[in-house]
Nanobody
């Protein structure tokens, strides 16, 4: 079992930045692909970014390309999402997810993930 705990959410003005963290319990973290997803009120959950187990492959949703950066620190069992130039449309609950994978692949579908955190709220005011 893997437990995921997100942190770093909050209220920020448009144009500002936040960094989300997701700490994972368990061993062999370097065998886990990680993803960040978000869900806004009344909308379906959508992928934001994903990263491969080794951390050298990443996927980004078109809506966040050039503004968000996902990174993974296997020594600290932690994945990060650096969010810059935030917009009100980025307001959502952000979830991190994990999937054990022998393939060095960044999975972008939520159906690929087995473990989920409880979520952290990000609110961007205009």
């Amino acid at each position: 079992q893997v437990q995921l705990v997100e942190s770093g959410g909050g209220l920020v003005q448009a144009g500002g930045s936040l960094r989300l963290s997701c700490a994972a319990s368990g061993r062999a973290y370097n065998n886990y692909a990680m993803g960040w997803f978000r869900q806004a009120p009344g909308k379906e959950r959508e992928v934001v970014a994903a990263i491969s187990p080794s951390g050298d492959r990443a996927y980004y949703a078109d809506s966040v390309k050039g503004r968000f950066t996902i990174s993974k620190d296997n020594a600290k069992n932690t994945v990060y999402l650096q969010m810059n130039s935030l917009k009100p449309d980025d307001t959502a609950v952000y979830y991190c997810a994990a999937r054990r994978s022998l393939l060095n692949y960044a999975y972008y579908s939520d159906s690929h993930y087995d473990y989920w955190g409880q979520g952290t709220q990000v609110t961007v005011s205009s």
